[in-house]
């Protein structure tokens, strides 16, 4: 089992510019987050999906952020007109969805992205 | 609004002390409490976990303790090693089907041999 692969590992793009990101989930898992960790505010939950279908996207920043979920092997994350606050590691997680709490998050390393 | 809240936000210790972790939430609705650890580099991991149903959950040197009616929990590490230096975090989720997980901001341990 390969776990959650995020690429790329790192990436440093210009202010203003668009960053794209990639997450492949364990096969078999039918849920998929994605997470913004930073010193500052810690792991920010941005959007969950679950059998590719969107399910909470509250955590998104509404105009420059989206997220989609193509087919049941990989998600991506897309920041348009990146700015230096969008400055954060960004994690993918995957779990198996049984309907109830208990579940376990399985991460990715996350993906870097340095705005400068 | 936090609902997951983390203490002390740094912690250092010497080899061999017991480490405390704290950890409060809000929402009473929340029944599953996982404690994940993070090195550098790496995405977190889930360490050990326990359900409100109980107030105590041991694997080795990693203890949860939980009080309900005071909505805190705390994780202990015994006997500290220096691989144990990490960033723990606890976690909370809801038997409602949604399945979303609420973290705390994190707690740095460093473990000075």
């Known amino acids: 089992n390969a776990g959650v692969i995020q690429t790329p590992r790192h990436k440093v ?5 668009e960053a794209t990101l990639w997450c492949e989930p364990i096969s078999g898992h039918s849920a998929v987050f994605w997470y913004r960790q930073t010193i500052v505010q810690g792991l920010e939950f941005l959007t969950y999906f679950r059998n ?54 399985y991460f990715g390393e996350g993906s870097r992205l340095i705005v400068v | 609004q936090q609902q997951v809240r983390q203490s002390p936000q740094s912690l250092t210790v010497w080899e061999g002390e017991t480490a405390i972790l704290n950890c409060s939430y809000e929402n009473s609705a929340f029944d599953y409490f996982p404690w994940y650890q993070q090195f550098p580099g790496e995405g977190p991991a889930l360490l050990i ?20 009616r005071e909505k805190k929990l705390s994780l202990h590490i015994t006997d500290s090693q220096p691989g144990d230096s990490a960033t723990y975090f606890c976690a909370a989720s809801a038997n409602t089907g949604y399945q979303n997980f609420y973290f705390g901001k994190g707690t740095s341990l460093t473990v000075i041999p």
Not at chain 2, 57 to 67: P, Q, V
């Open chain 1, 52 to 105: 590719q279908a969107p399910i909470d996207d509250s955590g998104m920043p509404k105009e420059r952020f989206s997220a989609q979920m193509p087919n049941q092997s990989h998600s991506t994350l897309k920041i348009q007109s990146t700015q230096p606050q969008d400055s954060a590691v960004y994690l993918c997680a995957s779990s198996l969805y049984r309907g109830s709490s208990g579940n376990t998050l």
């Open chain 1, 13 to 17: 793009t210009g202010k203003g510019q």
């Open chain 2, 49 to 68: 976990a326990i359900r409100s149903v109980s107030d105590k959950k041991e694997d080795g040197r990693f203890t949860i303790f939980f009080n309900k």
